[in-house]
């Protein structure tokens, strides 16, 4: 008999310590990180180290700690821990990207910024949600 329960942690600094240093050091870090990294994307020569930015955006904008999870799963009274990333194929991320992902990012990252500055910080949740989720934009990344 095999049972799997699968497992999330986030651990990190609290939210009045992550608001305090977007407020002081992740708007201006954040700003240039994601030109920086993003502009890296799109070259041949710096692409890893651009993919590698972009997916640390939310962690340098916002101390967000990276997601983890675990498979856990009792097989015959064993309990064997995993690390699962679900992951799509790399030849399918890699087509996306070439096709869609870094004009996309981009977009996606002017229209995040746009809402971070213009609605003088109530569009917030919306903007660090689209942070967030700009790894996915741009190679599909499961985080």
Do not use: H
């Not at 497992?7 to 240093?21: F, W």
């Not at 990180?33 to 930015?53: A, E, R, Y």
């Not at 699962?84 to 990252?109: C, E, K, M, N």
């Amino acid at each position: 008999m095999s049972q799997t329960v699968y497992l999330k942690e986030n651990t990190g600094p609290g939210c009045l310590i992550r608001a305090l240093y977007f407020l002081v050091i992740g708007i201006s870090l954040g700003a240039a990180w994601t030109l920086i990294g993003w502009f890296l994307t799109v070259t041949i020569i710096g692409m890893p180290l651009g993919l590698w930015m972009i997916n640390r955006l939310p962690q340098v904008m916002t101390l967000k700690p990276p997601r983890t999870s675990a498979k856990l799963t009792n097989i015959n009274g064993q309990w064997v821990v995993t690390q699962s990333a679900d992951q799509a194929p790399f030849l399918i991320r890699a087509l996306y990207f070439v096709l869609v992902g870094w004009w996309l990012s981009l977009v996606w990252l002017i229209l995040a910024w746009v809402i971070a500055t213009l609605t003088l910080g109530f569009g917030l949740p919306i903007a660090f949600w689209m942070f967030d989720q700009v790894p996915a934009i741009t190679t599909l990344s499961r985080n």
